[in-house]
């Protein structure tokens, strides 16, 4: 089970941070990756980290901004967000999957119910 937390409604240029805690598998072994969807758009990929390296990609329209980590000791997954923009307005949902190393697609098994974040003036 993956749980987002964190979402909200803030301004242009403001920071906020999300997190996942996971249960029912273990944490420390899985990659993660967190996607969003605007309204009446496709689901996209954001960031991801992998497991015990925590090897981490970034989309293009993030990098610099966004920045992913992970406390295995905690089973959660942040999402760190800087100078937030309207357009990263949507709903954020992280996904867990066990594999070599993380990727920006949508080979993830287990996902969140979703987290809003809404960027406006």
């Known amino acids: 089970q993956l749980v987002e937390s964190g979402g909200g409604l803030v301004q242009p240029g403001d920071s906020l941070t999300l997190s996942c805690v996971g249960s029912?598998?273990?944490?420390?072994?899985?990659?993660f990756g967190w996607f969003r969807q605007a309204p009446g758009k496709e689901r996209e990929p954001v960031a991801c980290?992998?497991?015990?390296?925590?090897?981490?990609q970034y989309a293009d329209s993030v990098r610099g901004r966004f920045t992913v980590s992970r406390d295995n000791a905690k089973n959660t997954v942040f999402l760190q967000m800087n100078n937030l923009h309207s357009e990263d307005t949507g709903v954020y949902y992280c996904?867990?999957?066990?594999?070599?190393?993380?990727?920006?697609?949508?080979?993830?098994?287990?996902w969140g119910q979703g987290t809003q974040v809404t960027v406006s003036s």
């Open positions: 980290i992998s497991s015990q390296n925590a090897y981490v």
């Open positions: 029912g598998f273990t944490f420390e072994y899985r990659n």
């Open positions: 996904a867990a999957v066990l594999a070599p190393i993380c990727k920006l697609d949508f080979s993830y098994d287990d």
